[in-house]
C-alpha cells in the first residue's frame, strides 16, 4: 500500500494505494481507447521508478451477502496499458460502495 494526492472524482478522499488483482475487477462499460495514450502510459509502466506517475484507478468495492465485488467504470487507458503488458494486478484506490450505488450505473445488469 502506498498513498498519492493525484485527484479523482470517486478516490478523492482515499489517500491508500493498493495493487489489486485485475482479474478480480470487473469492467461492465466498454472501452472508447485513444491508442496513442494507451501506448504512452504502457513507456510509463515499462520502468519500474515511472509507475507511480500515472493515477491509480478508482476501484469500487462492494460487499454483499458475504462476497466481495470489485467494479471499474473509470481507468481505461490504465487499464488496457497495464493489461496489454501482462501485469496481475493494478494500482488502485478502494472506495467502499453500497450494492444500490451500482444498481444505479448498471441497472438490470448488477449482480445484486
Not at 20 to 46: A, F, G, H, T, Y
Not at 69 to 94: D, M, N, P, Q, V
Request: charge should be neutral.
Amino acid at each position: 500500500m502506498s498513498t498519492v494526492d493525484n485527484f479523482s472524482i470517486h478516490g478523492n478522499a482515499v489517500k491508500e494505494v493498493y495493487d489489486v488483482p485485475m482479474s478480480v475487477i470487473n469492467r461492465p462499460i466498454p472501452s472508447q481507447l485513444d491508442r496513442q495514450k494507451v501506448d504512452n502510459m504502457k513507456e510509463v509502466l515499462q520502468i519500474q521508478e515511472r509507475e507511480n506517475e500515472l493515477t491509480p484507478i478508482d476501484v469500487h468495492h462492494v460487499s454483499h451477502k458475504g462476497q466481495d465485488y470489485y467494479f471499474a467504470f473509470g481507468g481505461c487507458h490504465r487499464w488496457a496499458a497495464s493489461k496489454e503488458l501482462g501485469r496481475e494486478t493494478i494500482r488502485a484506490k478502494l472506495i467502499e460502495t453500497p450494492p444500490a450505488v451500482i444498481k444505479t450505473y448498471l441497472g438490470a445488469s448488477t449482480p445484486f
